[in-house]
């Protein structure tokens, strides 16, 4: 069965942190995608990445990373040098042919000053 | 951003009520989606839609029903709401499917008292 872990439910940090939110994830297919979303305090969700199951090169924006792993099942997103405006919650998400996009249950992440 | 609506963004109605929640989009993505988000639980589908009046069930689909009558509207309908029912339901467009990003709407909140 497809399934998305997200074992961390809360993290908190201070400003300027490093912090990584893990995601493993479960599946039988050879082709998928990975997602990451960002839902901040006002509700909307923000997409910010997607990775097919071919590319597993890491992938850096600006302060923020993404390291694929296939022999371990993870798709793991690091902030560097956290901002209070990155508290959200993040989610961790996986699609594959016949099957809707499954929603890992999210990291609640709070950056104090 | 994608241009995606919802309306309303807040109701509040009372068991055994009818309740319409419409989608907007103005990207002509052939794809379209509800969601609903509680605590404990993500984001879980309840019904799609792969083209105008193509629709299908998703994880979570008893007490709802959907129509696309065209290619920009998607209306998610609870037939006669449930307590069980108050929820953040958000709408989410893609282009091409499962191996596609879905981009979602600002949420509605729905309670049913």
């Known amino acids: 069965a497809q399934k998305v872990t997200q074992a961390q439910t809360e993290i908190s940090v201070v400003e300027k942190e490093d912090v990584t939110l893990d995601c493993v994830y479960e599946?039988?297919?050879?082709?998928?995608?990975l997602f990451w979303y960002k839902q901040p305090p006002s509700g909307e969700l923000v997409f910010l990445i997607r990775?097919?199951?071919?590319?597993?090169q890491n992938e850096i924006s600006g302060r923020y990373s993404w390291n694929f792993q296939k022999s371990t099942s993870s798709f793991n997103f690091t902030i560097t040098a956290s901002q209070v405006v990155d508290s959200a919650v993040y989610f961790c998400a996986l699609s594959q042919a016949g099957t809707a996009l499954i929603f890992g249950k999210g990291t609640t992440l709070s950056v104090s000053s | 951003d994608a241009g995606i609506t919802q309306s309303p963004r807040h109701k509040v109605t009372e068991t055994g009520t009818p309740v319409t929640l419409r989608c907007h989009q103005t990207e002509n993505h052939r794809y379209m989606y509800w969601y609903r988000q509680d605590p404990g639980h993500g984001l879980r589908l309840i019904h799609y839609?792969?083209?105008?009046?193509?629709?299908d069930k998703g994880e979570v689909s008893d007490g709802y029903s959907v129509s696309r009558s065209k290619t920009e509207d998607f209306l998610l309908t609870l037939e006669s709401a449930t307590s069980s029912q108050t929820s953040v339901y958000f709408c989410?467009?893609?282009?091409?499917?499962?191996?596609?990003?879905?981009?979602f709407g600002p949420g509605t909140r729905l309670t049913v008292l």
């Open positions: 990775r097919n199951s071919f590319d597993e």
């Open positions: 839609s792969y083209g105008v009046k193509d629709t």
């Open positions: 989410a467009i893609s282009g091409l499917g499962w191996a596609d990003t879905q981009y």
């Open positions: 599946t039988r297919d050879t082709t998928y995608y």
